[in-house]
T-cell receptor
Framework: GDSVTQMEGPVTLSEEAFLTINCTYTATGYPSLFWYVQYPGEGLQLLLKATKADDKGSNKGFEATYRKETTSFHLEKGSVQVSDSAVYFCALSLIQGAQKLVFGQGTRLTINP | DTAVSQTPKYLVTQMGNDKSIKCEQNLGHDTMYWYKQDSKKFLKIMFSYNNKELIINETVPNRFSPKSPDKAHLNLHINSLELGDSAVYFC????????????FGQGTRLTVV
């Protein structure tokens, strides 16, 4: 079935460090890919998305590129801030069939000052 | 003005009780969802409704019954609550037929004691 696998957390970094959170997917069709962020005590918010191969999604300094050949959508940020501390979810949504988001297991990120 | 609102935010109840969680969206979307987030932050879809019609039912026990009185509302009723039902439940909505972001509510933390 369709699935998303993220790197295990938690991830702890110092402020201004480079961030990578790995995400790979398995899908029978041609999915759209998303990164969602969940700040403490809140619901999920869309961070960025990409709808086809080689698209790059970007927002708030975060980037991710849809790589069909490696079935990946890794999240990167060049210089993280304390305010980036949150849980990050990679997700896919398929065009065919009933529309739903399939989430990875989430990666908790903590940024220390 | 909250786009997707859930009530209550917290719910503590005893085993065997029946409880409901309400969800409303003011985005004009046709599709609404319920997701369950367990203690390890893993998110899994439970139900999806499109224009008041059930589209997805992901092997959820019969004790869980969604109700959609109109396309702006999707309520979740749970009978005979069990300890394992303790989780955070998220309502979400999205436009139909368009692979785009889903908008999430703030979640309802259900604790069964």
């Amino acid at each position: 079935g369709d699935s998303v696998t993220q790197m295990e957390g938690p991830v702890t970094l110092s402020e201004e460090a480079f961030l990578t959170i790995n995400c790979t997917y398995t899908a029978t069709g041609y999915p759209s890919l998303f990164w969602y962020v969940q700040y403490p005590g809140e619901g999920l918010q869309l961070l960025l998305k990409a709808t086809k191969a080689d698209d790059k999604g970007s927002n708030k300094g975060f980037e991710a590129t849809y790589r069909k050949e490696t079935t990946s959508f890794h999240l990167e940020k060049g210089s993280v801030q304390v305010s980036d501390s949150a849980v990050y979810f990679c997700a896919l949504s398929l065009i065919q069939g009933a529309q739903k988001l399939v989430f990875g297991q989430g990666t908790r990120l903590t940024i220390n000052p | 003005d909250t786009a997707v609102s859930q009530t209550p935010k917290y719910l503590v109840t005893q085993m065997g009780n029946d409880k409901s969680i309400k969800c409303e969206q003011n985005l004009g979307h046709d599709t609404m969802y319920w997701y369950k987030q367990d203690s390890k932050k893993f998110l899994k879809i439970m139900f999806s409704y499109n224009n008041k019609e059930l589209i997805i039912n992901e092997t959820v026990p019969n004790r869980f019954s969604p109700k959609s009185p109109d396309k702006a509302h999707l309520n979740l009723h749970i009978n005979s609550l069990e300890l394992g039902d303790s989780a955070v439940y998220f309502c979400a909505s999205s436009p139909t037929g368009v692979i785009t972001e889903a908008f999430f509510g703030q979640g309802t933390r259900l604790t069964v004691v």
